[in-house]
């Protein structure tokens, strides 16, 4: 099978909420790249959503409450798995998200052609 996946993904195994308008899911995320997420397929799963929200919190302690959340579209279903894609992050979210990756992969070079990336693939979709 190709691999199509154009950016590095991190493990991150925690709990995470898919919502749409008043509906919630609760699932686990299993990785997240700078362009999206895999996660768990939540139970009572409306097939028929394309677009949501992920949120997910970074911190165990809820003195210092850090979080992320994405506006996303669904990729593939599969394996009892949804794959993600990130349409939007606020500016707060993108940071984390930045340094939580950062400080994944250890090499910050990786991280800065990992941005390019994504900054040029973002330009050729305008």
Not at 47 to 53: G, I, S, V
Request: net charge negative; aromatic share 4%.
């Amino acid at each position: 099978m190709h691999e199509r996946r154009q950016f590095l993904r991190v493990l991150f195994n925690r709990p995470a909420y898919l919502n749409h308008g008043e509906q919630s899911w609760s699932c686990q995320l299993l990785d997240l790249s700078l362009q999206g997420a895999l996660v768990t397929l939540p139970n009572d799963w409306d097939e028929e959503l394309t677009q949501l929200t992920l949120s997910f919190s970074l911190s165990d302690v809820a003195i210092e409450e850090l979080s992320i959340t994405m506006d996303v579209e669904v990729k593939h279903l599969r394996d009892q798995q949804i794959g993600l894609k990130c349409l939007h992050l606020d500016l707060e979210s993108a940071s984390h998200l930045k340094r939580l990756i950062e400080l994944n992969l250890g090499d910050d070079a990786l991280l800065h052609r990992e941005l390019e990336h994504l900054v040029d693939q973002n330009k050729e979709a305008d």
